[in-house]
């Protein structure tokens, strides 16, 4: 028998990019929505790494790093970068899962 399917990091980052613009404007305010559509082309980033610690406060799950990317969306700006959200997403194409923690609101 053989491991779990997995999708590659680059399949599930762009999954977890899709995921973060159609709740975006649910999720965040109106001006964080204007500025990351604004400055998108030129300041954004998306940045995928293995899950941090922070996670086990948030889900209940066992969080493998092979199983599992983080993702930063956010604007690259030189005094300072804004986090709009951080993703943990399944690379398992049985066992989907997402979750999101958002930049709160100002």
């Known amino acids: 028998m053989s491991g779990?399917?997995?999708y590659t990091v680059e399949e599930v980052t762009h999954q977890a990019y899709d995921i973060f613009l159609e709740l975006a404007p649910n999720n965040l305010s109106e001006k964080d929505v204007e500025d990351?559509?604004?400055f998108r082309e030129d300041l954004g980033f998306i940045e995928e790494d293995e899950p941090d610690e922070q996670w086990h406060d948030f889900v209940a799950l066992e969080i493998e790093p092979e199983s599992f990317v983080q993702v930063l969306v956010g604007l690259e700006f030189e005094n300072d970068d804004v986090l709009f959200a951080k993703i943990l997403i399944s690379r398992d194409k049985?066992?989907?899962f997402c979750h999101i923690l958002w930049k709160e609101s100002e």
């Open 94 to 96: 049985d066992a989907p």
């Open 36 to 38: 990351f559509n604004e």
């Open 4 to 6: 779990p399917r997995l």
